[in-house]
């Protein structure tokens, strides 16, 4: 069936969003359950969001109220958008189907970060 493929991470501020999307490997009419996970440096991947072929989705509550999963099984694909992101919620994000899991795409990184700044120096 081959793999899915992530997209849409990227590198946004604390408290900013970002929209991603999984084109799944296989016929998401077939597919009752996907999931979104993610995986932090150093950590194992979890498990953050599912969405059933019926559009019913559910949360881990690190994530709940501000990640909103859904999918359109005619496109094959589901989304995940993300609003009010937290340093925490940096890591690679994958898509997979929870209790038929198949193989894993390159998954889609998402950093959250204020970055190094610049340094701004005044000086008489």
């Known amino acids: 069936q081959g793999q899915p493929v992530e997209s849409g991470g990227g590198l946004v501020q604390p408290g900013g969003s970002l929209s991603l999307s999984c084109k799944a490997s296989?016929?998401?009419?077939?597919?009752?359950?996907m999931g979104w996970y993610r995986q932090a440096p150093g950590k194992q991947r979890e498990l953050v969001a599912t969405?059933?072929?019926?559009?019913?989705?559910n949360y881990a509550e690190s994530v709940r109220g501000r990640f909103t999963a859904s999918r359109d099984n005619f496109k094959n694909t589901i989304y995940l958008q993300m609003n009010n992101l937290k340093p925490e919620d940096t890591g690679v994000y994958y898509c997979?189907?929870?209790?038929?899991?198949?193989?894993w795409g390159q998954g889609t990184q998402v950093t959250v970060s204020w970055g190094q700044g610049t340094q701004v120096t005044v000086s008489s």
């Open positions: 997979n189907a929870p209790r038929q899991l198949g193989d």
């Open positions: 296989g016929n998401l009419f077939e597919i009752v359950f």
């Open positions: 969405i059933t072929r019926e559009d019913v989705a």
